[in-house]
């Protein structure tokens, strides 16, 4: 046990995690070499494997296309398989886009550039659209402008920041949600941004974005990093540089899809949620966003099954449409409205598959220590005093007062392949991710057998700021 001890102390270290340096005389003691070692919880291997059961079997799988409906029974089959019990699907209606060809390129000098339709884009024109590119810094000088855009195209070249905690995405992909329809307002006639990543590569990052009711809508599209910089560097040159840009996307009809779940009965009927979501983008496989977090809560429920009857029951809910709606979370939340009070608490896992490094807790004020001092005894793991904020699947449950924990990946890698093609079982560090399924496992026993209570979040905190 010791020298597991010290080889977990040794890869969090290497990790960058805060840990005391090894001891001087750390290379006299024998440790097993990390190709030879054994995952460190039986979550681990069970995590990992059914990330990639899931990117590998069902692939791309966004909210209405085929993909989806076979990610649905795949849920299905592998709740089942592994002997949960309550196994089912709840109906969730769910917009459907489809991307159907995108291209861009610079006029001059003639060059292709990689470029993909942002989720929710309309088409532009039949033939595309050629104009000359004026380029932001970010979503805000868009927005002070007071350039007259008509018959250009917006170009928004703002950089997403390397951080642990994914707060560099959060300051960034404004540009993304918004970007088209403030272009819209000076009159542009289409809106292109810098992939919303971390990385320098030619790939593009597609992701959710939205109209503003009262604008016209005009095509929106996520250039490489690369190529945003091959443009920057083209403006600089010729300040009338000109791109074509053509988009052709598909809105149809809402489509059902499904939220599924699945329990380990506990002794009370109490609920301890763990949700990820199902649904992927449609250029890659969806292992990092979400396949990861599926294969986190999955295994992290499954360990309990092999022991003795959880206190509470935990629920697993593998939520529909996060991507491109969030309509599974919000059905959910209005399907479960009524029993509320049995939720005890709601964790979620949409963060990829990079080691856990800390806890977060949204309980009722009097409870926050209580309840964080419940997660302080965990490895590698340190307890913050921030409140939890918990991801777009389980806001509905906060807004009914449902404590939320947060277990914090790092996400230092996870938006260089976020929403790209290259989101695939390949970039997964699996020593990381079943480090991380340990994690969740601990945090998800004690919460489901813990004698502290959680009480009820107050209702100035229920929304996020
Ligand atoms: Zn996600």
């Not at 309980?363 to 913050?384: C, H, K, W």
């Not at 939890?388 to 007062?401: I, N, P, Q, W, Y």
């Not at 695939?424 to 020593?431: F, L, N």
């Amino acid at each position: 046990m010791r020298r597991l001890a010290l080889w977990t102390g040794l890869l969090a270290a290497a990790c960058g995690g805060a840990r005391a340096p090894a001891p001087a005389n750390v290379a006299s003691i024998e440790v097993t070499p990390p190709a030879a070692a054994a995952p460190s919880c039986g979550a681990g291997a069970f995590a990992f494997e059914t990330m990639r059961s899931l990117a590998d079997e069902v692939g791309p799988r966004l909210a209405g296309s085929p993909g989806d409906a076979r990610a649905v029974a795949w849920a299905l089959k592998t709740f089942a398989a592994a002997g949960f019990s309550s196994v089912r699907a709840e109906a969730v209606q769910a917009p459907v886009w489809q991307r159907v060809a995108e291209s861009a390129s610079l006029v001059e000098p003639p060059m292709s550039l990689a470029v993909a339709a942002l989720g929710g884009s309309v088409s532009t024109p039949p033939g595309g659209v050629t104009g000359e590119v004026v380029r932001f810094e970010s979503l805000d000088a868009l927005r002070r402008t007071e350039a007259d855009l008509t018959g250009k195209i917006a170009f928004i070249d703002v950089v997403t920041a390397r951080t642990r905690d994914g707060s560099g995405y959060g300051q960034a992909v404004g540009a993304r949600i918004a970007g088209a329809s403030a272009a819209a307002k000076r009159g542009a006639m289409a809106m292109v941004v810098r992939s919303i990543g971390t990385e320098a590569s030619r790939l593009p990052h597609t992701g959710a974005m939205g109209y503003d009711k009262d604008l016209p809508r005009i095509a929106a599209a996520a250039l490489s990093t690369n190529d945003a910089d091959l443009l920057t560097r083209t403006l600089k040159r010729d300040p009338h540089a000109k791109l074509r840009l053509s988009i052709e996307t598909r809105t149809l009809p809402d489509a059902a899809t499904a939220n599924v779940m699945a329990e380990v009965p506990g002794v009370s009927e109490e609920l301890v949620v763990l949700g990820a979501h199902l649904d992927s983008w449609d250029l890659g496989r969806g292992a990092i966003d979400d396949g990861a977090g599926v294969g986190l809560v999955v295994a992290a429920a499954h360990e309990l099954l092999a022991g003795p009857k959880p206190a509470r029951t935990v629920r697993v809910v593998l939520f529909a449409a996060e991507e491109n709606s969030g309509a599974g979370g919000k059905a959910y939340a209005a399907a479960h409205a009524a029993e509320a009070a049995r939720h005890f608490a709601a964790l979620e896992a949409d963060l990829g598959a990079g080691a856990a490094w800390g806890v977060r807790v949204l309980t009722a004020s009097a409870q926050s220590n209580a309840a964080r001092g419940l997660f302080s005894g965990i490895p590698d793991v340190e307890v913050l005093g921030a409140d939890a904020s918990g991801g777009a699947d389980v806001g509905g449950l906060r807004a009914l007062g449902v404590p939320i924990v947060d277990v914090m990946q790092n996400a230092e890698h996870y938006f260089d392949v976020h929403h790209t093609a290259a989101d695939v079982p390949e970039v997964v560090d699996r020593a990381a991710m079943e480090r991380a399924a340990c994690v969740f496992a601990r945090v998800t026993r004690t919460l489901a057998n813990t004698d502290v209570q959680l009480g009820r979040v107050e209702e100035a905190r229920r929304s996020k700021h």
